[in-house]
Nanobody
Framework: VQLQASGGGLVQAGDSLRLSCAAS????????LGWFRQAPEKEREFVPA???????YYTDSVKGRFSISRDNAKNTLYLQMNSLKPEDTAVYYC??????????????????WGQGTQVTVSS
């Protein structure tokens, strides 16, 4: 599976962005998918994940502001980000997990990664 993330940019606090992650491969619908982010000098952290069955999990800091979704017909994962804050500034990565056996908040659970897209939120 190859993943291609896009949609990042420079926005002001309170603005919205929609990230997309296009995937290759015929088994996209069976994968657990997630978004992670990494700010400068910080570890990569979990943001949201969506299972193959549509169950969704968010990290507390983005609940009520971010929304993850998937379109299996288009092999695409989305992240709608509203009410952006400067602390949301990071490189955002999409990830895919073919087994759904690992801890979904851990980077170790995901075998496939996109190249990252920069999101910068100015105050």
């Amino acid at each position: 599976v190859q993943l291609q993330a896009s949609g990042g940019g420079l926005v002001q606090a309170g603005d919205s962005l929609r990230l997309s992650c296009a995937a290759s491969g015929r088994t996209f619908s069976s994968y657990r998918l997630g978004w992670f982010r990494q700010a400068p000098e910080k570890e990569r952290e979990f943001v949201p994940a969506i299972s193959s069955g549509g169950r969704i999990y968010y990290t507390d800091s983005v609940k009520g502001r971010f929304s993850i979704s998937r379109d299996n017909a288009k092999n695409t994962l989305y992240l709608q980000m509203n009410s952006l804050k400067p602390e949301d500034t990071a490189v955002y990565y999409c990830a895919a997990d073919s087994t759904s056996l690992g801890v979904f908040t851990s980077t170790l659970a995901y075998e496939y990664w996109g190249q990252g897209t920069q999101v910068t939120v100015s105050s």
